[in-house]
């Protein structure tokens, strides 16, 4: 593994050879997993192998991130751009390996981008209820001469039966009221405090709140196509309660596994790259010191580039001051 020279104030999150060599020791290998010992663990294996090794009905919320239909390197894997028909079966085989998994009652999650939605949603169609599509703003992207800039996702939200959770309240919106309203001199539907007026909002399915992490940030990793730890957070309080369990078959840095952790969810994740497992299960290890998610604060997300989440974030930066040495690699937290 080559090492990447970062610059002094780069706060992402790595694994060194070091580390590798002593996370890999927690990883749960495929020949290894059993009918009680995968809960909150990472697996370290290929979906089709550790599928079929996983028990029935166990899951709660079934969160999706598969490989785009892009040509993408995953560090020891390729992906390579498919017929859309191709990319479909295939999908559909990953689906197909995972169903047996679910509970009754579980709530199904999967991410792709505007070429491979189509295709998702036939899927998702042919074995469950589709509820709803979210489409969240990724404000990173590169600009085109001939074409508009692609900057957002989608993420097909589906249920096993019409028997399932969505905690309203646990996801509304904390924005910004511009132009306050009030009723008899009271003010309707908004609050005002340090910082501005604000209101609660019901959570739609268009997302413009979402940052991308970035090299300033803890959460953010070198996986290629990350997800922002806010967006997985908004999935599992309105899907799942307390003591629920959270299955992320692509696994990645690990995300999926790390909010389900800070937010008191049991996870399982399944993962092919021995080190983006390690960089999970250091992210694990590192969520244990610090429990809180960029911009979900005091129970509720608030809109991105608020001035009160802004205030907040930093009383935290100057109130915890932790540096954590983790053998040769020091990792700041806040």
């Not at 940052?211 to 803890?218: A, K």
Request: net charge positive; charged share 30%.
């Amino acid at each position: 593994m080559k090492e990447k020279v970062r610059a002094k104030n780069n706060r992402t999150t790595f694994v060194t050879k070091e580390e590798i060599l002593h996370f890999k020791k927690k990883l749960l290998e495929i020949d290894s997993v059993t009918n009680d010992n995968y809960k909150n663990k990472t697996i370290h294996g290929e979906i089709n192998q550790v599928a079929q090794r996983l028990p029935k009905n166990f899951v709660d919320l079934l969160f999706i991130d598969p490989p785009y239909n892009l040509n993408k390197d995953f560090g020891n894997n390729k992906f390579k751009i498919k017929k859309d028909d191709n990319y479909e079966k295939i999908f559909e085989q990953w689906l197909l390996l995972l169903l047996h998994t679910l509970k009754n009652n579980a709530s199904i999650y999967v991410c792709c981008d505007w070429k491979s939605s189509p295709m998702i949603y036939n899927v998702l169609n042919k074995y469950l209820k589709v509820r709803n599509r979210i489409t969240w703003e990724r404000e990173k992207g590169r600009g085109a001469l001939s074409n508009w800039k692609n900057c957002s996702e989608d993420i097909w939200f589906a249920t096993i039966s019409d028997n399932y959770k969505f905690n309203v309240d646990a996801v509304k919106l904390k924005k910004k009221v511009l132009a306050p309203y009030r009723e008899d001199g009271v003010a309707k539907d908004w609050t005002e405090g340090d910082g501005g007026k604000f209101r609660l909002t019901h959570p739609s399915n268009f997302w413009t709140d979402i940052t991308i992490p970035f090299w300033s940030m803890p959460e953010n990793t070198d996986h290629p196509t990350q997800k922002p730890e806010k967006l997985i957070a908004k999935i599992i309080l309105a899907s799942t309660n307390k003591g629920n369990v959270v299955l992320d078959p692509f696994l990645g840095s690990g995300t999926t596994s790390v909010v389900a952790k800070k937010l008191n969810r049991n996870y399982v994740g399944i993962e092919m790259n021995e080190e983006f497992c390690c960089l999970a299960e250091k992210r694990l290890m590192l969520a244990d010191r610090e429990p809180s998610i960029q911009g979900y604060t005091g129970g509720v997300f608030w809109e991105r580039n608020s001035l009160n989440i802004q205030a907040d974030d930093k009383k935290k930066i100057l109130s915890s001051k932790k540096i954590i040495k983790i053998k040769t690699n020091e990792a700041r937290l806040f």
